[in-house]
């Protein structure tokens, strides 16, 4: 296994208490495989994956849990320690290539910049390299010598790509890459980065709110919600077979990338303040199936091979995805 999260606890550091983003959050990253971590927004993604490059506000605290990398715990490990990890085997593509590039500085500067300060290469190989690079997300050369300001919001987005693998690191974290962006381009980003994952064999995390981008690229998934893994295992299984109703809601909720149209319905209401949130399972707020027992702990249900779900009523879930399917289960129901 190349990377392994093991019952991860992040808190902030805030004005009105601490806030528990990542509360007791595992999953795996197999060599050479694409994992989605999906989730309405705060419900912890980005605080659980920046953990991993330590790329975090002063705020964030390590409150439990493990991060292995080819078998080393990089959680104890001190900042200078860490950075020698970054761009080399990891790399982090962050929400918005904007974050990701500098708008004073041409393109190529910046590839050629992180070849040079954190690969040791010379001028002219980086130069050299980041051509490469840039060949290999889909973007022309003479395009090196561009502002980001000078890109569409597709290009900006291949651009920090092709930085993220400017030092061929294992494993890239990509945050929302695609958000921010329309369906048709977004579609042509994500088959980019899926063929040069595959040619690659790259390790990738791919953290979105979007179940169809999971569905189109991941082969498994991690579902968070309200800081918490509800779901996970390989995609086919969890998408297919949904065990937890938060997945059939956000199945509703999206169209498919490239897919044929359907009717679509929200979940009502939004994600728990975690800076208190409820006892027990955190969505029965929001869930048509809740019942009593949904105020204690949900139970961990293994589905089948590597698919678990938390949820008290997994062992209904086939009767209950029919009734999740039909929009109407998803109208009127919040109760907070
Ligand atoms: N710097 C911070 N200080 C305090 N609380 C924070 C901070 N950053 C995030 N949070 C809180 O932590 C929780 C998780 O946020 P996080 O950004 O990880 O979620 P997310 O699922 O990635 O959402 P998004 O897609 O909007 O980034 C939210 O409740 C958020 O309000």
């Known amino acids: ?147 980001p300001h000078q890109f569409s919001g597709g290009m900006r987005q291949r651009a920090s790509i092709a930085l993220g693998l400017a030092l061929s690191p294992k494993l890239v974290i990509a945050d929302e890459p695609v958000t921010a962006l329309d369906v048709v381009i977004q579609r042509q980003v994500l088959d980019t980065f899926a063929e040069l994952q595959k040619q690659l064999n790259l390790s990738v995390i791919l953290v979105t709110h979007d179940i169809s981008v999971v569905a189109y690229v991941c082969d498994y998934v991690v579902v968070m919600y309200a800081g918490k893994v509800v779901e996970s295992g390989p995609v086919a299984e969890v998408l297919d077979n949904p065990a937890h109703p938060y997945i059939m809601g956000l199945y509703n909720a999206f169209p498919e990338l490239g897919g044929e149209d359907r009717e679509l319905s929200p979940i009502e209401g939004s994600p728990p303040d975690l800076l208190d949130p409820p006892k027990g399972c955190r969505f029965r707020a929001r869930c048509p199936f809740a019942i009593e027992d949904c105020v204690s702990d949900p139970p961990e249900h293994k589905v089948s091979a590597g698919h678990l779900a938390h949820c008290h009523r997994a062992l209904e879930a086939g009767a209950l995805r029919e009734t999740a399917k039909k929009t109407a289960t998803w109208v009127g129901v919040t109760s907070e």
């Open 1 to 147: 296994m190349l990377l392994e999260v093991r019952d991860l606890v992040i808190d902030y550091r805030a004005t009105r208490g601490r806030v528990r983003a990542v509360d007791g959050v595992s999953f795996d990253v197999p060599a050479g495989a694409v994992v989605g971590v999906v989730g309405e927004s705060g419900c912890g993604k980005t605080t659980a994956v920046r953990a991993i490059t330590r790329v975090m506000p002063s705020s964030a605290v390590f409150a439990g849990g493990s991060i292995t990398l080819d078998g080393v715990n990089l959680v104890p490990l001190s900042e200078r320690e860490m950075k020698k990890y970054l761009w080399r085997d990891i790399a982090y593509v962050p929400q918005s290539a904007m974050n990701a590039l500098d708008p004073v500085w041409r393109v190529g500067r910046q590839i050629e910049e992180v070849l040079v300060d954190r690969g040791g290469m010379d001028r002219k190989a980086a130069r050299t390299r980041a051509e490469e690079l840039f060949a290999m997300v889909g973007l022309e050369a003479k395009r090196l010598g561009d502002y």
